[in-house]
C-alpha cells in the first residue's frame, strides 16, 4: 500500500475510521496476492515438474500410488457411494489424490465431499468443469484444484481463426480460474477441440495474448486412440503446458474404449514413452465403466499398472 494513501486517511478520517479503512484495504490487498501467489506457485510448479529431465524419475515414482489421481469415480461407480463411503475407498486403496466428476444430483452433496476428503487426508485434485456452487466453496475452503473442461466448439475456417475463436470463448472461465488460484486444464474429448496440436494452440494464444500462465491440458489415453501412433511426438509438443495426464488400456480402434491399465496392445509402449518424455505431472487412473464397483476398477488398474512398471526402463542421462 503506499504511503500517500496512509496520510489521506490519517488526515481526512477520524482515527478509528481511518483504521478501519486501513486495515480494510490491507485485507483486500492480501487476499487479492494469496490468490496471485497461488496462480504462480501453480505455474511455477507445474513447469518444474515437467521440465527437469536432468535428473530422471524411476517409474515406480511416477506411477506409483502417492502420484496418483482417481478419475470418473462418481456417475460411474456402480455402487452408487456417497462421499465419506468414496473417501473411505480410496484410503483403502492408498490412493490420495482425486478428481471430481459430477451430475445434476451430485450438485447438494458438493461441500460434503470437500469434507469426506479433508476428514481422510484426500487431496481435492480435479474439478470436472464449471458450477459456481462449487467455485464458492472453493474460496470457502480455499481449494485450488485444476479445473477440467473441454475447448468450446470454434468458429472460422481458417486454423488461425479456429484457435483465436476457441480461446476468446474461454476468457471469462480464465479470468475467474486465475482469481481463484485454480489452474485452467483443457480437456480432450474428441473432435477439434480434443487434438492435442489444436489444444497446444489454444494456450499458447490464451498464454501469449491474456498471459494465462495457469492455463494447460489434461490429456486423455481414452479420448485419444486416434493419436496411438504419433503419440511421443503430440506428447512431447503437449508436454510444457501438460498439467495430468489419464492412462488407460489401449487397443487399436479403441476396441473396447475403457480398457484396464496394462489390458491393451500398446500400452507399455505408451507408458515408456511418458517416462522418457521428462513428464513429472500426475497420472490419472479411471473407473468409467458403470457395470463396475469403482473399487474393483481402480484396483485393476493398480495391478496392471505395477506389472507393467517393473518391465519399463528409467533412461538415463
Not at 484410503?91 to 458438493?110: C, I, M, N, Q, T
Not at 494447460?216 to 509438443?237: K, R, S
Not at 498439467?243 to 496392445?265: E, R, S
Request: glycine share 8%; charged share 25%.
Amino acid at each position: 500500500m503506499s504511503l500517500g494513501w496512509h496520510r489521506w486517511a490519517s488526515s481526512t478520517l477520524r482515527p478509528g475510521w481511518a483504521g478501519l479503512v486501513l486495515c480494510g484495504l490491507v485485507s483486500i490487498s492480501m487476499e487479492r496476492t494469496a490468490w496471485v501467489q497461488a496462480v504462480e506457485a501453480v505455474a511455477v510448479e507445474t513447469a518444474a515438474a515437467k521440465t527437469d529431465t536432468a535428473q530422471p524419475v524411476a517409474a515406480e515414482v511416477l506411477f506409483g500410488k502417492d502420484n496418483l489421481v482417481a478419475w470418473c469415480i462418481v456417475p460411474f461407480d456402480a455402487l452408487k457411494r456417497g462421499p465419506e463411503a468414496r473417501a473411505e475407498m480410496l484410503v483403502r486403496l492408498g490412493l490420495r489424490h482425486v478428481a471430481y466428476d459430477w451430475r445434476e444430483e451430485h450438485v447438494a452433496s458438493f461441500e460434503e465431499e470437500i469434507l469426506a476428503y479433508k476428514k481422510h487426508g484426500l487431496d481435492y485434485f480435479a474439478f470436472w468443469d464449471v458450477h459456481p456452487q462449487a467455485f464458492e466453496l472453493f474460496r470457502k475452503h480455499q481449494l485450488h484444484p485444476q479445473i477440467w473442461k473441454m475447448i468450446p466448439a470454434p468458429q472460422g475456417e481458417a486454423q488461425e481463426a479456429k484457435v483465436e475463436s476457441a480461446a476468446r470463448q474461454l476468457l471469462p472461465l480464465v479470468k475467474e480460474t486465475r482469481d481463484l488460484g485454480c489452474p485452467l486444464s483443457l480437456y480432450n474429448h474428441g473432435g477439434w477441440m480434443g487434438e492435442p496440436r489444436n489444444m497446444v494452440a489454444v494456450c499458447r494464444w490464451l498464454r501469449e495474448h491474456e498471459d494465462a500462465s495457469h492455463v494447460g491440458i489434461v490429456y486423455n489415453f481414452h479420448h485419444g486412440h486416434d493419436h496411438i501412433g504419433a503419440f511421443p511426438q503430440l506428447l512431447a509438443e503437449m508436454l510444457p503446458y501438460l498439467h495430468c495426464l489419464n492412462i488407460n488400456g489401449m487397443n487399436d480402434g479403441a476396441q473396447p474404449k475403457i480398457l484396464g491399465v496394462g489390458k491393451g496392445q500398446h500400452d507399455k509402449a505408451m507408458l515408456q514413452a511418458v517416462l522418457d518424455s521428462g513428464y513429472r505431472g500426475r497420472i490419472g487412473i479411471l473407473d468409467h465403466r458403470e457395470n463396475l464397483d469403482a473399487e474393483e476398477s481402480l484396483r485393476e488398474n493398480l495391478e496392471g499398472l505395477a506389472k507393467l512398471v517393473a518391465d519399463l526402463r528409467t533412461q538415463r542421462p
